[in-house]
């Protein structure tokens, strides 16, 4: 079937690329491939894109929104940061990029914070716009787990301020480069073990690094399950972010904007320090975001 878009939609993540054929804010078709900006030179981005979009491309120029890092130092082309406070996407703040002559290519920035402390995000604004889209008039927090996990403060339309934490990258090095690869499963889980390691580590934070290497005793000496040492290791990284971030989550309304599996994760963590988060669907988001950021730049 062919398939004639308004609009084309892309998230251009650092492992894998996603584009949606677009009507308005429907998805008339989707395609992705493991071409992400973690695998490409400067001069492999449109072929990339092309791959997936030529088949619905007319002679015009058609428009083509695209966030993530793509946009990038390393990506495509650098767009610029845009200082916090501001609205996680704004009309005539994309950045339009030379392309093959059938694309009217634009990226969407990211965000950057230079106090309380140094910050940068790429992706998840457009994630936090899809959030503004959904649940108009929000004030209060958006968490978007993932290998850098953020924590966004929104008030008034805008992002106030936001914390990124390193804790999905260090749950990946930990579990598959350190001693500790070797009790922990690749796969499994444990509830009851997770909300265990979440409270010791949240009570504890300094003693995180000494529970963390306990994982790999407790295998040798007590036959630990990995399905358990997984549990408890996401537990305690999780746990310990949540003691630092509490300034975000204490009191607020909170947000999860993350796949089935981790976003669980975190709300039953929250649960427990009996936040109610609320869960939407990451994709829908981002596809919320992105269809705002077309219709800001449609004359």
């Given at each position: 079937m062919t398939v004639t878009p308004d609009w084309i939609a892309v998230d251009w993540g650092t492992s894998?690329?996603?584009?949606w054929a677009m009507a308005g804010g429907r998805v008339l078709a989707a395609a992705s491939s493991e071409d992400g900006m973690g695998r490409l030179s400067p001069e492999g981005f449109q072929p990339a894109l092309l791959r997936l979009i030529e088949p619905w491309l007319t002679t015009g120029p058609m428009p083509v929104i695209a966030c993530g890092m793509v946009g990038a130092r390393?990506?495509?082309?650098?767009?610029p940061y845009r200082p916090v406070p501001c609205a996680p996407v704004a009309p005539g703040a994309l950045m339009p990029v030379a392309?093959?002559?059938r694309l009217a290519l634009r990226f969407v920035p990211g965000l950057s914070q230079r106090k309380p402390a140094a910050d940068v995000m790429r992706g998840e604004e457009t994630q936090i716009a899809g959030v503004l889209a959904?649940?108009?008039?929000?004030?209060?927090i958006v968490c978007l787990p993932g290998t850098h996990t953020k924590w966004a403060h929104l008030s008034a339309?805008?992002?106030v301020s936001f914390q990124t934490f390193l804790t999905g990258e260090m749950f990946a090095l930990l579990a598959g480069q350190s001693v500790l690869r070797h009790s922990v499963g690749a796969s499994g889980w444990d509830d009851a073990a997770f909300a265990e390691a979440v409270a010791d580590a949240i009570t504890s934070p300094a003693r995180v690094s000494a529970r963390l290497f306990g994982l790999r005793a407790e295998a040798l000496l007590a036959d630990l399950a990995p399905e358990t040492a997984r549990a408890r290791l996401s537990g305690l990284l999780i746990g310990a972010e949540l003691a630092a971030a509490?300034?975000?989550?204490?009191?607020?309304?909170v947000v999860i904007v993350a796949a089935d599996g981790i976003a669980h994760?975190?709300?039953?963590?929250?649960?427990a320090q009996g936040v109610q988060a609320e869960l939407l669907p990451a994709e829908q988001m981002t596809l919320a975001g992105l269809t705002l950021a077309q219709a800001g730049e449609t004359p």
């Open positions: 894998q690329l996603r584009v390393q990506g495509w082309a650098e767009a392309a093959d002559p959904t649940l108009p008039d929000f004030d209060g339309g805008e992002v509490r300034p975000y989550w204490l009191g607020q309304r994760a975190y709300a039953a963590a929250l649960a």
